[in-house]
């Protein structure tokens, strides 16, 4: 069996056919596909396992919070923080970005004048909780510009200089991608941290992408706080983690209120659970928690192995071949020395709704549309672009077959 074989014969998923054709699917930035380990897991714990986590002592109880808590040192182990009481599990990036935004205003973090400051390539669930945190505190949005669009540079880059004259302008909080949905660039968040730190202003990573093909060690990067999703790396959906450095933990304000997140309750005064739980109101998703254990570890296993990260370059020089040679072809952040695995792009008299829906009939998996990320899609795309983004278990067949279909899909669409 060739490497790529072996990858793929843990997804039981990618031997299905869409219509007639085989299934190829390269909306991973969207939703990763999950392994077998990942899958068998999610039916052991529901059929042996399932009880409410945190509470009970009978042994379903004890078992369901054992592996819940197992999902936890996980992500700990994964993103090499110091303690896994500094991983809040979530339901996902949206909702660990909400939390920090939402306690950060009721903590009195933020107020008026303040300002958050933002990359225009952010995903909506990096821009609209801190509108909403604007709407409460009366704080304000900073956002820099990014190199991307038809102009000479168009290589993804933040504008380093405006961000650090930016910085001086009341920001009170830094809230960046480290790889954009949309542009598959990887930000220099390390230089951007730092320069933030030496402020003394706090920065959030959103890492819904860059979790997924760049190795994370939250403590050499000295993120205040780093949020991703777990159905983006191989685990099931409705899980996500937010990891906070400890003090910020500790001072913010719990986000919800109600069972598990409390110390002790009376109708006069209520004290709240230590981090993380202090975090983690009500009945959490118990399998899909336990399930970050399996899905983390397989992840990790590729992203360590020399045979796999070869692979992975050669799809990508696979892909932006593939992609050059298209005429009228734009590509966001097409002159960047180095990507992730995932295109956006735009083609000349193609709408990329049709596009993506002739792909589909030919068994092509592409995500169209504004991607949850308007104001740079709106920008560089008028509105609307094609992204392929890809796994490990994709294939250089995969890829050929992709730059085939494409050139189909633009005969049949031109006008
Ligand atoms: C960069 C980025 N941030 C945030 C999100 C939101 O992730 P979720 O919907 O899993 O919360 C996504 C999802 O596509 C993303 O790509």
């Known amino acids: 069996m060739t490497l790529t074989q072996q990858i793929r014969a843990n997804f039981p998923i990618l031997g299905r056919k869409v219509g007639s ?5 390269f909306d991973n930035a969207a939703t990763s596909q999950r392994p077998r380990c990942v899958l068998e897991a999610q039916q052991r714990l529901s059929e042996e396992h399932n009880a409410n986590i945190h509470r009970a002592v009978h042994t379903l109880s004890y ?9 936890r040192i996980a992500v700990q182990k994964f993103i090499g923080a110091a303690s896994a009481d500094q991983i809040v599990l979530t339901s996902g990036t949206t909702m660990s970005i909400n939390l920090v935004a939402n306690c950060l205003v009721r903590g009195g973090f ?53 961000y650090r004259a930016a910085l001086r302008r009341g920001v009170k909080m830094v809230a960046i991608a480290h790889v954009s949905n949309i542009l598959g660039v990887e930000n220099p968040i390390r230089e951007m941290i730092a320069a933030a730190h030496e402020l003394g202003i706090p920065v959030l990573i959103d890492g819904a992408q860059g979790i997924v093909h760049r190795k994370v060690d939250v403590q050499a990067l000295d993120c205040d706080f780093y949020a991703f999703s777990g159905h983006k790396i191989y685990a099931p959906t409705g899980i996500g983690v937010l990891y906070g450095e400890r003090a910020w933990l500790e001072k913010l304000p719990p986000f919800m209120g109600g069972g598990d997140m409390v110390g002790k309750v009376s109708f006069e005064k209520t004290t709240y659970a230590d981090i993380p739980l202090k975090f983690e109101a009500g009945t ?21 192995d020399a045979g ?86 994709n294939t250089q067949e995969e890829v050929e077959a992709f730059g085939a279909a494409l050139e189909r899909t633009i005969k049949m669409l031109r006008q």
């Open 284 to 304: 959490s998703n118990f399998v899909a928690g336990a399930c970050l254990a399996p899905a983390l570890e397989f992840a990790a296993s590729l992203r360590d």
């Open 110 to 162: 933020l107020g008026e004048g303040d300002a958050i400051l933002l990359t225009e390539a952010e995903h909506h669930s990096n821009i609209v909780p801190w509108q909403m945190a604007c709407q409460m505190s009366g704080a304000h949005l900073e956002v820099v510009g990014v190199a991307a669009g038809r102009g000479s540079e168009n290589d993804g880059s933040v504008d380093m200089d405006a």
């Open 63 to 71: 078992e369901a919070t054992e592996a819940y808590e197992k999902g």
């Open 21 to 25: 054709r085989p299934l190829v699917y």
């Open 308 to 393: 796999v990260q070869e692979h992975e370059r050669s799809l990508i020089e696979a892909m932006n071949r593939t992609l050059a040679a298209v005429d009228g072809l734009f590509l966001a952040a097409g002159q960047a020395r180095e990507r992730v695995p995932l295109w956006s792009f735009t083609i000349e008299g193609v709408h990329p709704l049709d596009a993506a829906t002739l792909l589909d009939k030919m068994g092509f998996a592409l995500r169209s549309g504004h991607m949850c990320a308007e104001p740079i899609v709106d920008r560089i795309g008028g509105g609307s672009m094609l992204r392929a983004s890809l796994m490990p278990y």
